[in-house]
């Protein structure tokens, strides 16, 4: 993902996280859930990419990355994917960020909402 960039240096690259977190921000708030999934995907995807390769070692990284871009974008995600009613992967992101915070109140909303409309897949209430 991150070799389709014209990027020159380590530095530019430990940028595209940010830049795709951004883009997803963006496109969320107009609207268009499915394209800032894909953005967000595409920032949490830079960000293995530079654990993977060795760019994101020491402990200030680690906790920099983890805040910034890894919660809430795994927020986001839940958020959109709440919007466009795919449930499964909603509870997915938000219980990444529970892993991490498990007390963050937007994960537990967001998961709880999650498993309460999936359950009403499964179990349709009658109204």
């Known amino acids: 993902m991150i ?3 014209p990027c020159t240096t380590i530095e530019d690259k430990m940028k595209i996280p940010f830049i795709e977190k951004a883009n997803g921000n963006i496109l969320a708030k107009k609207g268009d ?3 800032s999934m894909r953005h967000y995907s595409k920032s949490l995807l830079g960000v293995k990419y530079l654990r993977d390769g060795g760019n994101i070692q020491t402990e200030e990284l680690i ?3 983890a805040t910034e871009i890894e919660l809430p974008v795994n927020l986001n995600l839940a958020l959109c994917n709440i919007k466009v009613k795919n449930y499964p ?3 997915h992101h938000a219980t990444q960020v529970l892993e ?3 007390d963050n109140c937007k994960a537990l ?3 709880g909402i999650s498993l309460h409309n999936t359950a009403n897949v499964i179990y349709p209430t009658k109204h």
């Open 63 to 65: 906790q920099k990355y």
């Open 3 to 5: 070799e389709d960039y």
């Open 109 to 111: 909303y967001r998961r």
């Open 89 to 91: 992967y909603a509870i």
């Open 100 to 102: 991490y915070d498990p």
């Open 33 to 35: 859930f499915d394209a």
